[in-house]
């Protein structure tokens, strides 16, 4: 709410508040007089008409007490005429039972049939529409009320009276009874309440001694009304405690159905209680006409107060609102300046209200000031915001560069490092398959390990590289458990072998289980850790133990090597660290780094438990529900990859190799001769493209730097010429583009140096029209 409104309405506040006083004042004095003129009016209403219900239903009582002797004397009158034909005649049971029809045929309405009891046989005899039906019954009129020369019998059923008969004794029959049932909606019928019904507004009940339900005009529980309280602060009593302890009276009950007022009046001759039951309004009805009349003419004087009231307000409210506006006309120039300084537009912030020198022209001069400040302040800031900008700027194009000519160097450093080895890994296996130097086993066998340690250095500083990409992705597939178990102790064998050390390997799930997960990363995750438990263990050995419980899918590698130190748990998984002084002397620190980074691309979790001297224990866990709910995997699926189809003759296959490296072509040359094939080579692209348009190849595998023509121009043309024919790139190169340039230009694609296990597989992908 503005200031200007605030003021506007505090005044019209005071003003309301001061005429509500005065006119509460003059409307109370009404109040008071016109109340006690009400109450006396009240008083006498209500009581005429409670004398008048109490009359009516007295009235009421004295029509039943005429039905009752009406039914009484038609009672002994069918008694009497009962026993005289029936003694004036022969005794006998054709007579009586003749009798009996005829006295129901001719009975008054409210009986509904008259049976013979014979108390010595214990035998009831009744009419029916079959004829005459006799059925034993048991009598006791000791139990029953006796009213003059009668024993009346009622039967109860969930509080109310759902049959009425009148057992009367033959006097010239001895153990004889004549048992009258009684109509008891014929009360209804005899009472002239129904008259009175205005929907179901007026009710009326009809209760025995006891209190229980013998008629009701709308067939309604007599029980609710019963159970409710009396609406009298001096009587604290239920309905029905009240009723059944007075002969008469009238009152009011506030129950769950509204206010309703209750008059009664106990019958002479039975005892029996007539309740009639009316709205409020009809006790009150002459006094509501006569409460509206008198309020009419004070309603009429209260109207003239709130219309003078509403004059004076809105008068004052035109007066108030001028004057104020008029008031207020420097505070919203005021209000102008601000907004204008919180828009930065200083020209109009720094300008000063004249008020004549009061608060308001004061506080405009401090807003003017700070207006300058903020100006300067700003300017200042702006300058230095974009001298910062273009430094962060520089910043980011250096860091781009950088990570630019990391990748290259990385690229670089794979080829010029992959080159030599190959070299050398690929002419010691030469060596060694050569017969005329085993007595240099052992040296090659040296050469061929400490080659493959710095092939394992640059394999982990490439790994590391490629999952920190934001665009790595895994490739999943479907895997046989056993299948990489088997791979992973095959792997480990040798190894374990030459360290005289232990490999134990606990499954304990289903032989048949398959996982949806990229088989290359899981195999290097586990073998980083199996590896480095391997280097640290001295004795003892290793376990592998591979598990579910519905959740997780966990695999744990156990060691009795020499432990982690519990402040140094964290720090293994840290890229470029080593905590263990062993482990200095090995690489670069990035193989648990690596392992963290592949389980967490899987969705999954990886921790360790350790103690020094006792040895170490890594827990992978992924979730079940991403690798273990595979459908469509068939048993076995990873042996048929594994175990490449032997069947397969590559005798005669003829292979062109291109490379401008001679001894990289020799290697590979020797390879392919090992399994059979024929080879071809070249140095460059132009002269493998000679080459192919001579001859006939199976498969070409080349290199991708090359002079002239490298390989991926020379697929390219290949492809234009011979669609069909496979291509397998062989590279020094294994960078994240590389791969993605060579998944797009050729069938697979293998890194030096080379393995005769990756090639064979890589060969049977290609030449089986697949890719790998």
Same mark, same amino acid.
């Given at each position: 709410m503005s200031f200007k409104n605030k003021i506007i309405f505090t005044n019209a506040a005071i003003l309301v508040l001061f005429v509500i006083l005065l006119t509460y004042s003059a409307i109370e004095i009404v109040h008071v007089s016109s109340q006690n003129q009400f109450e006396e009016i009240k008083e006498s209403i209500t009581g005429n008409n409670k004398k008048l219900l109490l009359t009516f239903v007295k009235a009421q009582s004295v029509s039943l007490d005429k039905e009752i002797e009406l039914i009484i004397e038609e009672v002994d009158h069918v008694a009497l005429d009962f026993e005289h034909d029936f003694v004036s005649e022969s005794k006998n049971e054709v007579l009586r039972n003749k009798q009996l029809a005829y006295i129901n045929s001719k009975l008054k309405p409210f009986i509904k049939k008259v049976n013979f009891i014979d108390t010595e046989r214990d035998e009831e005899v009744s009419i029916t529409e079959n004829g005459i039906l006799s059925e034993p019954i048991s009598v006791d009129l000791s139990r029953m009320i006796h009213f003059k020369n009668l024993y009346i019998e009622k039967e109860v059923t969930e509080g109310k009276?759902?049959?009425?008969?009148?057992?009367?004794?033959?006097?010239?029959?001895?153990?004889s009874l004549l048992k009258f049932d009684v109509d008891l909606e014929d009360f209804s019928r005899s009472l002239t309440f129904e008259n009175m019904l205005d929907e179901f507004q007026y009710r009326y009940f009809l209760v025995d001694d006891k209190g229980k339900l013998i008629a009701s005009n709308l067939q309604q529980n007599v029980e609710q009304l019963m159970s409710e309280r009396i609406f009298d602060k001096e009587m604290h009593k239920s309905v029905a405690n009240h009723i059944m302890s007075n002969d008469k009276g009238s009152f009011v009950v506030d129950g769950l159905n509204g206010i309703y007022n209750v008059t009664f009046v106990k019958n002479r001759l039975t005892k029996w209680r007539?309740?009639?039951?009316t709205p409020e309004h009809v006790i009150r009805s002459s006094y509501a006409t006569t409460k509206e009349l008198v309020l009419s003419g004070d309603n009429s004087l209260i109207e003239s107060l709130f219309f003078a009231y509403f004059l004076l307000l809105s008068l004052f409210l035109i007066i108030n609102s001028v004057a104020v506006n008029k008031l207020l006309v420097p505070i919203n120039k005021l209000i102008e300046q601000a907004k204008y300084l919180k828009l930065s537009d200083f020209n109009n912030a720094t300008r000063t209200v004249n008020s004549n020198g009061d608060e308001i022209e004061q506080l405009s001069k401090a807003y003017s000031e700070a207006g300058w400040q903020i100006q300067e302040l700003v300017e200042g800031l702006e300058c230095e915001v974009e001298e910062r900008t273009k430094q962060y700027e520089a910043a980011a194009q250096e860091a781009s560069e950088a990570n630019h000519q990391k990748s290259v160097l990385l690229s670089n450093v794979s080829h010029?490092?992959? =080159?030599? !080895?190959?070299? #050398?890994?690929?002419?010691?296996?030469?060596?060694?398959?050569?017969?005329?130097?085993?007595?240099?086993?052992?040296?090659?066998n040296g050469i061929t390990s400490a080659s493959n340690t710095i092939l394992g250095i640059v394999n982990d500083l490439l790994d590391f590289e490629r999952v920190?990409?934001?665009?790595?992705?895994?490739?999943?597939?479907?895997?046989?458990?056993?299948?990489?178990?088997?791979?992973?102790?095959? =792997?480990? !064998?040798?190894? #374990?072998?030459?360290?005289?050390?232990s490999l134990d390997i606990v499954c304990n799930v289903d032989a048949s289980t398959t996982l949806m997960i990229d088989e290359l990363r899981l195999k290097q995750a586990i073998s980083n850790i199996v590896s480095n438990a391997l280097?640290?263990?001295?004795?003892?050995?290793v376990t592998i133990e591979v598990s579910t419980d519905g959740k997780a899918f966990n695999i744990s590698v156990s060691d009795t090597g020499v432990g982690i130190p519990q402040d140094k748990l964290d720090a293994v998984f840290n890229g470029f660290e080593q905590v263990n002084q062993e482990d200095q002397q090995f690489g670069f620190g990035l193989g648990l780094a690596i392992t963290k980074t592949i389980v967490e691309l899987m969705k999954g979790t990886l921790r360790v438990e350790s103690k020094v001297g006792t040895g170490s224990t890594f827990f992978i866990s992924l979730p079940a529900s991403e690798i273990m709910n595979v459908s469509?995997?068939?048993?076995?699926?990873?042996?048929?990859?594994?175990?490449?189809?032997?069947?397969?003759?590559?005798?005669?296959?003829?292979?062109?190799?291109?490379?401008?490296?001679?001894?990289?072509?020799?290697?590979?040359?020797?390879?392919?001769?090992?399994l059979g094939c024929e080879c071809m080579t070249a140095n460059d692209g132009l002269e493998a493209l000679a080459l192919a348009s001579e001859h006939e190849f199976d498969v070409v595998l080349t290199d991708i730097s090359m002079p002239v023509m490298d390989g991926i121009e020379l697929a390219s043309e290949l492809e234009k010429r011979k669609p069909s024919l496979p291509i397998i790139a062989v590279t020094a190169r294994a960078t994240i583009q590389e791969e993605s340039r060579m998944n797009q230009y050729f069938s697979c694609y293998l890194t030096k140096p080379l393995n005769s296990s990756d090639l064979k597989l890589k060969l049977h992908c290609a030449l089986s029209g697949g890719t790998c």
């Open positions: 009276v759902t049959q009425f008969a009148i057992y009367f004794r033959l006097e010239h029959l001895d153990n007539l309740i009639l039951v010029e490092v992959r =080159t030599p !080895l190959n070299a #050398i890994i690929g002419y010691t296996h030469m060596l060694i398959h050569s017969k005329h130097f085993d007595d240099h086993s052992h040296q090659l920190k990409a934001a665009s790595y992705s895994l490739n999943p597939q479907c895997i046989s458990v056993m299948s990489l178990i088997s791979d992973i102790e095959n =792997t480990f !064998l040798p190894l #374990i072998e030459s360290k005289q050390l280097k640290f263990t001295i004795k003892g050995g469509g995997c068939s048993k076995g699926v990873v042996d048929q990859i594994n175990t490449i189809d032997d069947d397969l003759d590559y005798t005669n296959k003829k292979a062109l190799i291109v490379d401008d490296v001679e001894f990289n072509r020799e290697i590979l040359e020797f390879h392919l001769n090992a």
